[in-house]
């Protein structure tokens, strides 16, 4: 890591995310998430015991099926791990995701219908990193199949103005898609 550690410090607590994509059989897209967090100390859980420093506390895991306009025809959760044997009661409570499509709005409509004691806090989390991961890992791999225009890499709608990167009145527009800047 290049960040500058300013005082001695002791590491304490890891969480861990991996998100992978992948292209199935039948057309559609499967996204996958897997969350672990652990202590770098003995962690006294109430319902679980005392759990070795690198035991899991969390670990769940979070599959998406989408088609490729990022409408979600299937979604399914295990938790492996987690501090009370109630938590893994809301998995199938994500199925509400069924129908619903990764759009603008996305992270508010998770919010809204999974916040506080309807979803669980980690899963929900997930959601957002999921739908980043589908947009990686679908529209690029659609581009790459249908390209035609002699390697020229084309601005897509659905990335003006989503990050400093891709604003439309900012430098990299004007320097790759000069016919793209917004004054």
Partial sequence: ?????????????????????????????DIEAHLTDTKDHVFASIERGDLPPGEAIHEMLFRLTLDEKLTIHDAQTETLYSPFSICA???????????????????????????????????????????????????????????????????????????HGFDTKGKVIARFWPDEIND
């Fill in 89 to 163: 009661d809301v998995n199938d409570w994500y199925k509400l995701l069924i129908g619903k499509q990764i759009a603008p709005g996305w992270n508010l409509m998770v919010k809204n219908l999974f916040a506080g004691v309807k979803g669980c806090t980690h899963l929900t989390e997930l959601l957002s990193v999921m739908a980043t991961t589908a947009i990686q890992t679908i529209y690029p791999y659609l581009k790459m199949q249908n390209q035609q225009d002699s390697g020229k890499f084309h601005l897509s709608n659905n990335l003006k103005d989503t990050c």
């Fill in 1 to 29: 890591m290049t960040l500058r550690t300013a005082v001695k410090r002791k590491q304490i607590h890891t969480r861990k995310i991996i998100c992978h994509g992948f292209l199935r059989s039948d057309g559609l897209w």
